[in-house]
């Protein structure tokens, strides 16, 4: 989560003192540096999110993927109008390029798999994308892989 000062749980009212390892491939790597936290800030506030209120945030999960434990933090969980729920990971950094977020999509496959799991939601109720905030854009992957295409993905079976 941008902030590194947990901003975000501030403003929503919800702390995890919950620190779970992230998932591989699910840090920012070109994230902004600290010293743009003030206009992150003010960019996630002129944004869609601000005035909407997550169901969790900081949402940690640990669930089984074949013989592998995915484990991970949800940044934000918000729910839909038709009862479903969205995973929104926020990013720091610029906005990827087709093939980058194509390859990130599998942090939001995990994403969804592991809300699903842990709230037993069906995984088809549950969408999920990046929000970029300093561009203020919200990318929302399609076809994003199901329990079966991540557990063949992590293990090299063919699918």
């Known amino acids: 989560m941008f902030g590194r000062n947990h901003w975000l749980e501030e403003r929503f009212g919800t702390s995890r003192l919950i620190d ?6 699910s840090g920012d790597a070109a ?3 600290d010293e743009a936290l003030a206009s992150l800030q ?11 209120q997550p169901v969790d945030v900081e949402a940690p999960f640990e669930t089984p993927l074949g013989p592998l434990t995915l484990r991970g933090r949800i940044d934000a969980v918000y ?3 038709d009862g479903g729920y969205e995973v929104i990971d926020w ?11 194509t390859a990130a999509a599998v942090q939001l496959a995990a994403y969804r798999l592991g809300w699903s799991r842990l709230t037993g939601v069906p995984v088809e109720r549950v969408s999920a994308g990046f929000h970029h905030v ?26």
């Open 20 to 25: 779970l390892d992230e998932l591989p491939g």
């Open 31 to 33: 994230a902004a540096p």
């Open 42 to 52: 003010q960019a996630f506030l002129r944004g869609e999110w601000a005035d909407r």
């Open 79 to 81: 729910a839909t109008p």
């Open 91 to 101: 990013k720091t950094g610029p906005v990827p390029t087709p093939a980058e977020l």
């Open 134 to 159: 300093a561009a203020g854009v919200t990318l929302r992957p399609v076809d994003l892989l199901d329990e079966a295409g991540l557990l063949a993905l992590v293990t090299g079976a063919a699918g």
